[in-house]
Nanobody, 124 residues
Framework: QVRLVESGGGLVQPGGSLRLSCAAS????????MGWYRQAPGKQRDMVAS???????NYADSVKGRFTISRDNGKNSVYLQMNSLKSEDTAVYFC??????????????????WGQGTQVTVSS
């Protein structure tokens, strides 16, 4: 298991920047994928960005070129640098860790772990 704690949210004006941090309770070296999701009021939770243990990244189209995800295995942390923020980025942002559990040489299932979320509000 892993516990995740997000920080860095807040109120920012349109065009501004924020950096979210996610601290894990254990080493993230063995965690296959870590990511950031967000959920606006009345909407579903959507993937924002993800990064694999090998460093491959994936972004939602709406944040490409503005957001950057990174991980620091030595600090058991994942970060989301958000630039050129827009009002539509307003949401609660959740950190996610996806652990792959192998029960045979080639078969596995995945467990998802979530942080408590941090509010990001983009408004003038």
């Amino acid at each position: 298991q892993v516990r995740l704690v997000e920080s860095g949210g807040g109120l920012v004006q349109p065009g501004g920047s924020l950096r979210l941090s996610c601290a894990a309770s254990r080493s993230i070296n063995g965690i296959d994928t870590m990511g950031w999701y967000r959920q606006a009021p009345g909407k579903q939770r959507d993937m924002v960005a993800s990064i694999t243990s090998g460093g491959s990244t994936n972004y939602a189209d709406s944040v490409k070129g503005r957001f950057t995800i990174s991980r620091d295995n030595g600090k058991n942390s994942v970060y989301l640098q958000m630039n050129s923020l827009k009002s539509e980025d307003t949401a609660v942002y959740f950190c996610n860790a996806r652990l792959r559990i192998y029960y045979s040489a080639s078969r596995y299932y995945e467990n998802d772990y979530w942080g408590q979320g941090t509010q990001v509000t983009v408004s003038s």
